[in-house]
């Protein structure tokens, strides 16, 4: 049987147990339950737009990610 952890228990969860947590969490939202400014609406749908115009011009995200966060 599990109990419900309390918001200061799961403070003090290591790291690692953390970030799994709000892995799933955010893994559990839908779109729709992520507020948006009407003004990031518009601009998210622009940015789509012009991703289905040019979808060659995207890069995967593997790629931008090394480049952001080199290995060592």
Aim: aromatic letters at 6%; a negative charge; hydrophobic letters at 35%.
């Amino acid at each position: 049987m599990s109990r419900t952890l309390t918001k200061e228990e799961i403070l003090e969860l290591p790291a690692e147990e953390r970030l799994d947590l709000m892995d799933r969490l955010w893994e559990s939202l839908t779109p729709e339950d992520i507020p948006l400014e009407e003004w990031q609406r518009r601009l998210l749908d622009e940015r789509l737009e012009a991703h289905e115009r040019n979808p060659e011009a995207a890069r995967p995200w593997e790629e931008v990610r090394d480049e952001i966060f080199p290995k060592g």
